[in-house]
């Protein structure tokens, strides 16, 4: 299993920039927009696996589980960021796992349903306390609005190369943040061998319900 985390001294400048350097990097967007930043190859094919596991992997990946553990683990790392730094997948299949910048700004909503939740752009002092919804009047406003998480996939980072005009201490704090970010996809990797390694997929068969249209007398 190849191992993305890496140990860098962080007293030596030339080290710090080797690694910053040499780190694989990836669209944040598409190719058209040249846009790039630390990224982590997670192709199933690319990480030193058996084909037996790869096979494994391949299979789990046809269940929703198997991307909510996942997603689950990149929100982790962007909420412990205060999501000024976020970690999430791109490429086509999404194979790729690459470091984003974003923050968290109040929303524009300013009061919510009490009942089931709904919410809306509007405050109870402008349009009343029903919900549109669920018709109940349980609409209350917010003290504060609620944050909203806001990603800026079009914005690469340090593609100007120029760590040499850098700071020490800019480029260790830089340095730590794509070692969190390579453990960050270790430990992506190794969630999902155990997860292969303890868990089987299996078919379930669901009933969807469905609408048809049939004739009825008419009546009366
Ligand atoms: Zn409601």
């Known amino acids: 299993m190849i191992q993305f985390a890496k140990s860098v001294d962080l007293r030596s400048r030339k080290s710090m920039t080797d690694y910053l350097r040499s780190h694989f990097r990836y669209n944040t967007m598409n190719s058209w927009n040249r846009s790039q930043s630390y990224a982590c190859n997670l192709k199933i094919d690319r990480l030193g696996l058996t084909c037996e596991m790869i096979d ?9 589980e198997f991307f909510d553990i996942q997603e689950k683990m990149l929100d982790e790392f962007s ?4 999501y000024r730094w976020q970690a999430h997948m791109n490429g086509r299949s ?5 470091l984003y910048q974003g923050e968290l700004i109040p929303s524009e909503y300013q009061s919510f349903c009490t009942v089931c939740g709904q919410r809306n752009y509007t405050s109870v002092r402008n349009t009343g306390n029903i919900c549109g ?19 800026y996939p079009g914005k690469g980072l340090d593609e100007e190369d120029d760590y040499e005009t850098w700071e020490l201490y800019e480029l260790r704090e ?30 379930e068969e669901i009933l969807v319900p469905q609408t048809q249209k049939i004739l009825v007398p008419i009546t009366g």
Request: charged share 30%; hydrophobic share 35%.
């Open 174 to 203: 830089r340095v730590r943040l794509v070692q969190e970010f390579d453990r960050l996809a270790d430990r992506m990797v190794k969630t999902a061998v155990n997860l292969a390694q303890n868990w089987t997929v299996e078919e």
């Open 79 to 82: 909420a412990d960021h205060e």
């Open 133 to 151: 919804r669920c018709q109940k009047p349980a609409r209350k406003d917010y003290t504060s609005p609620p944050m909203q998480i806001v990603t």
């Open 56 to 64: 494994k992997l391949y299979d789990m990946m046809e269940t929703q």
């Open 94 to 98: 999404g194979g790729y796992l690459v």
